[in-house]
């Protein structure tokens, strides 16, 4: 028997941090807005507290889609919707090997989408690493990484993938770096994010260009990039060029907080989030 696979038509997704995400009329709006804006064949929506949240921002705004959610002890939770139709099949599964054995940890939401006209899986891990500087919370990381070069070799295993991982793993890793330690020495966060490109290249990923690379700020202005997109070699993006004098290219398009200004920008990170979304087209 001759083994091939068709390449699907493409789809668009997003992933966002939406900072402890509580049922609340005006914000809910707000984070619909966004959302519209890209209308994703699939996203992930991280740090919902409440799942009364969750069921009014659905039933209000996203009728079109079917959703799944991540459950932990912590109940800071993952969101993940796809487009009711656009897919031939899809499968939804909790990673709790992402938690590390903590159960205050976030499990991984992984999405697997068969395309209409695809006969392999599409494979989307939406995931929130363990925040924080101290040593304990670099480690984790650290772990929760390695688990994602793991899941990329077992997920190109599969017969049905036919050695295609077409896998890629989204959302908010928290690379912020480590704190000196003992005899350690600090690790800044640029360090962290130079090791996990490094890896990922080993494991046949990469971690995909942004259009902006700050995607997280505090009210007063610090800025750190911990939100990425990291991919398997298998996979191509619609690429795009920035507006800036440096017309880079971009896989991964930010927008939040980051294309606003003066008060708009600290209440959008006030009342809204202090992480940006994250999108991008799948070819």
Partial sequence: MVRFYVLGMGFSFLVWNVEKFKENPSRTI????LIEHFRPDAFG?????????????????????????????????ILVGWKRGKFRQVL??????????D????????????QQNSNVFDNLLFLHTDSGRNEKDYENRQRMFKKIWSMKSAIESLGIQQGHARFMALGDLNTMGRKTVDSKPAISATDEIEALGVAAQNAGMRILPKSHSKTWSTPGGSLSELDHVVASNDLKFLQRTSNDAQNNPFNIEV????????????SFIENISDHCALFGELI
């Fill in 255 to 266: 927008r939040g907080w980051n294309i606003l200004s003066g008060n708009a920008r600290r």
């Fill in 103 to 114: 159960s205050n940890l976030r499990p991984g939401g992984l999405l697997c989408l068969k």
């Fill in 45 to 77: 929506i991280l740090e919902f507290l409440a799942k009364n949240a969750a069921r009014t921002l659905v039933h209000q705004f996203f009728d079109e889609y079917d959703f799944a959610f991540t459950d932990s002890q912590r109940a800071i939770e």
């Fill in 30 to 33: 707000k984070v619909d807005e």
């Fill in 92 to 101: 939804y599964t909790q990673r709790r090997e992402f938690q590390g054995g």
